[in-house]
């Protein structure tokens, strides 16, 4: 009762101070604005001038006419790129780099519900101190770890196969192995940090629910399969949809660092080739229509999931 | 609470001791895999060109000397990567929490005009934005390529940060704290600074701590952009060293009579130096995160609330 009075003053309170906005009362607001207006022109400046330039990719863009007075050209660079030889060669390298990854997108989960079943705090805290370590290290730094650990003559992999009496084995050229690297290198750097989510979820069940179904007699397996598991899906679920959303997308930084000239046939992505194209290049245009194809991709598919997600798990990001 | 686990020890049965041993197994293995390289990486800048290059470096130092460390320190070019990288990650953390912190604020206040729209203009940047080269020519016509500024002004807002800051403040911050303070004739802008932001102490320490780590690891940003070397962070400069291998700037000691032992001994150092640069630009982060990783993890849980 007490509670729902306090509500009914707050409701009021915010209705008179609307009330009083819509009266151009904007002393208030014009504060607020004044407050918000630096995000709002810096975002506009650096997000949205280039979203207007995005329609150079339908133009042939030229530096002395700039993006305006440049000539419209309609699709020719999209079919330009669809028609490119090597076309489905750098879309099948980012979707078969990406969908590797997400394959691995279990690992953070099951070790959150290893993690949880530790009963010495002490422990589980230790762990998980030292797993998120590697999440701080820099994309060059782990990149130039993969390179020495693995390099043929002297990296330590090397040296320890060769000590077993294995033959020495160029990791770093050899196109097959590029994938494997990527993936699991990136897994080191991220299974401990992607604990944290699933752990924070874990920790809103309540013990009682999970006592209740001990004295039921269900086994620690059983308790994991039907409340561990069902109270975590809903954050299982947003994550997955997110990381669908890049699925075309494979990030630059990493995979940038790792090409070199024997492994271009399985390293070249769609965001490699645009800088490779756009800025060494100087083809412009050109760039920013394969820039736009891969967003619009992306944008579908998120769409696409989220609205599937809706629709059977009634999980969605809006 | 303690009888509680008690009464659980109890219950135990022997499948789940078993398990109980397992699950420690893997997880002190997988703690193993995920510190082993780091280790690794400490232990040969630590040991002697020559017993790394022999292959016999694999549990503690061999032939312990700091020389590589002392190798590294001389070249300048470190140092100014060094220098610069702490100027811009310093200057854009103020730089984003300045716009990030106050535009928080603002989007929860329910009864602003356009809120929701408001809130979709910083949104839709999530999904879509103009690309690289659209980037590139904004940023070439407003002079800042090839300058420090494009490292500290070039991103700004960034949506996550923004959607975290303003699900913290109006989960932490009950509405009724600031409408006492409006009917005592406060207006926004001193609820906002006698209110928020002194109930946003651990806030502001997330913020600040993401960017920092982002800053601090970022190489994209240079490369595309900054040419000039004085102006490089150090990822930039750790590149060149450790991907591109252009180690020439590591050659320091006087050649020697013996060209072809001198240039050995040359190599091996030059190996043993790229262990001691990668723990040397790592190393900061690494020794402060466990201080402040209940700030990180509070950061990526405030982040999984949907808001």
């Not at chain 1, 290893?114 to 002490?122: A, F, I, R, S």
């Not at chain 2, 032992?261 to 402060?288: D, G, H, N």
């Amino acid at each position: 009762m007490k509670t729902g009075v306090q509500g009914g003053t707050a409701a009021l309170s915010a209705k008179q101070i609307r009330r009083a906005c819509r009266r151009r009362d904007l002393r208030r607001c014009w504060q607020l604005y004044l407050m918000i207006l630096p995000a709002i022109t810096t975002v506009f400046i650096f997000h949205y001038i280039p979203i207007y330039g995005v329609q150079i990719a339908f133009k042939d863009f030229r530096t002395s006419l700039g993006i305006w007075g440049s000539e419209w050209v309609g699709l020719k660079h999209f079919k330009r790129f669809l028609q490119y030889p090597d076309f489905w060669r750098i879309f099948w390298n980012t979707l078969r780099i990406s969908l590797y990854g997400f394959a691995t997108f279990p690992c953070s989960l099951i070790f959150a519900l290893l993690l949880n079943e530790l009963d010495n705090q002490k422990f589980k805290k230790t762990v998980q101190m030292i797993t998120y370590a590697p999440h701080f290290i820099s994309t060059v730094v782990v990149c130039s770890m993969l390179m020495l650990f693995f390099d043929r003559s002297n990296g330590i992999v090397n040296n320890v196969i060769a000590a077993l009496g294995g033959e020495r084995y160029s990791f770093l050229t050899d196109p097959k192995c590029f994938d494997h690297l990527y993936t699991w290198s990136g897994v080191w750097q991220g299974l401990g940090w992607g604990t944290i989510i699933y752990l924070a979820a874990l920790s809103s069940i309540s013990p009682e629910l999970i006592e209740a179904a001990r004295i039921d007699g269900a086994t620690r397996f059983k308790i994991v399969w039907h409340i561990n598991i069902p109270s975590i899906l809903p954050t299982v679920i947003t994550l997955l949809i997110l990381r669908v959303g890049s699925l075309v997308g494979v990030g630059f930084e990493k995979i940038f660092l790792l090409q070199n000239d024997l492994n271009m046939n399985v390293s070249r992505v769609i965001s490699t080739y645009t800088y490779e194209i756009g800025l060494k290049g100087g083809q412009f245009s050109y760039s920013s229509a394969i820039g736009l194809f891969n967003n619009i991709i992306n944008i579908v598919l998120i769409l696409i999931v989220n609205k599937i997600s809706k629709v059977v798990t009634d999980v969605a990001l809006w | 609470m303690a009888s509680h686990k008690a009464g659980n020890l109890i219950k135990k049965t022997k499948a789940d001791q078993v398990f109980d041993v397992f699950n420690i197994l893997i997880c002190s293995l997988i703690m193993l895999i995920m510190v082993y390289p780091l280790y690794f990486t400490v232990i040969v800048s630590l040991s002697s060109p020559e017993a790394v290059a022999s292959g016999s470096v694999y549990l503690w130092p061999k032939g312990f000397t700091l020389e590589a460390y002392q190798n590294v320190f001389r070249n300048n070019e470190i140092w100014v990567g060094y220098r610069n990288t702490i100027l811009y990650t310093v200057a854009n953390t103020l730089y984003c929490l300045g716009l990030t912190i106050p535009a928080a604020y603002v989007l929860t206040k329910k009864y602003l005009p356009f809120r929701g729209a408001i809130s979709w203009y910083f949104f839709i940047t999530m999904y879509f934005g103009g690309g690289l080269i659209p980037s590139y020519i904004l940023n070439k016509a407003l002079h800042l390529v090839n300058t420090p500024w494009i490292m500290i002004v070039g991103v700004g807002v960034s949506c996550y940060n923004l959607i975290v800051t303003r699900t913290f403040f109006s989960s932490n911050i009950p509405d009724e704290l600031y409408e006492s303070a409006y009917i005592d004739g406060a207006t926004e802008w001193q609820s906002f600074i006698k209110i928020a932001l002194p109930l946003s102490g651990s806030i502001l320490a997330v913020m600040a701590l993401f960017n920092i780590v982002g800053c601090w690891n970022s190489y994209y940003t240079a490369m595309i952009y900054i040419t000039n070397q004085d102006y490089w962070p150090l990822q930039m400069v750790l590149r060149k060293i450790l991907i591109l291998g252009e180690t020439a700037a590591l050659s320091l000691e006087e050649m020697s009579k013996d060209e072809q032992e001198w240039a050995i001994r040359q190599s091996q150092m030059v190996y043993t130096m790229k262990y001691a640069l990668i723990f040397i630009s790592s190393a900061p982060l690494l020794v402060i995160y466990p201080f402040v990783q209940k700030h990180f993890v509070k950061g990526v849980m405030i982040g999984s609330v949907k808001g």
